[in-house]
């Protein structure tokens, strides 16, 4: 790919921030989603969020109908195990939305349906043979996952993560993990991304679905209470000890790996539900406000970041 494509750069310039508010399991619905709309940064939530294909269709119309500026996308997941992918797919169809964000698996799934109505597909991956797979099987974009992240995390920096997929490739390139601030904003921006994805930051806001007590968890949270594990899901991901410690285990010796699954049309397992998962860029949380109010901080720190870059510019000429 020599250059964007006009469907991803629309994208981007629909943006008041390079911000993705990332899908978050049992977090995101359309409140999230909307309010992200409206503040000018693009919303998504991930279809397992929904218990039955219903929910899905009137979730996806709700946050369909609403003008506002900010584009909006749906996380598929795509391993083998999931088996609701093809009625999410057609659901998908119905409603069209402008960016189809995959993960857990190819998302050649999903290519040829969103390319047919204009719409990109962007793959998540956390690291570069995987980002070499998405590309190839025709993605739009990648989303980055890196070290910090919350949620099924990455390892890996993401300056060396962004350095070597912008080495192959020119396409829209998100990447989460640690970001919780506009400073943190205009550096992955100027390390190479297009877009951040912003998950924690944004989970003790009014609008997500998370129980009061899990807001209140992250906005009293530290890094250190940060732990990664494959205990939960059966894939790395980031979980708050202090909710592990509430269900019953102890953070420092956790159970063994279970068996992957990511059927969205069975039953959550308890822990799933029970266990929180936050990233590392919970320090920027102290207090849970409206989603609009967040931005409009970020965009302050974004400014302030980019008047310093400009000084650093200025200073080494």
Known sequence: ????????RAILDRLRLPVCVAPMFLVSGPAIVVAARRAGIMGSFPTPNTRSLE????????ISSY????????????????????DDLEIVARYRPPVVITALGSPRPAIELVHSYGGIVIGDVVNIALAKKAVDAGADGLACICAGAGGHTGYLSPFAFLSGVRAFFK??????????????????????????YMGTRFIPTEESLAEPDFKTMVAECGIDDVIVSAAVTGTPASWLKP???????????????????????????KRW????????????????????????TLEQEYRTALRRMDRARETAK
């Open 243 to 269: 909710s592990i410690r509430r269900f019953g285990w102890n953070p420092d010796k956790l159970p063994d790996r279970p068996e992957k699954l990511y059927d969205v049309a069975g039953e959550v397992p």
């Open 55 to 62: 929910q899905l269709d009137a979730w996806m119309r709700e």
């Open 273 to 296: 539900k029970e266990i929180w998962s936050a990233g590392q860029s919970l320090v920027g949380a102290h207090a849970v406000e409206p989603l609009s109010t967040i931005v409009d």
């Open 171 to 196: 396409g829209i390139v998100i990447v989460g993990g640690g970001i919780g601030d506009g400073a943190g904003i205009a550096g992955a921006i100027a390390a190479g991304a297009d877009m951040v």
């Open 1 to 8: 790919m020599n250059a964007m494509p006009p469907a991803s």
């Open 67 to 86: 003008d506002a500026p900010g584009p909006w996308a749906v996380n598929l997941i795509t391993h083998s195990t999931n088996t609701r992918l093809k």
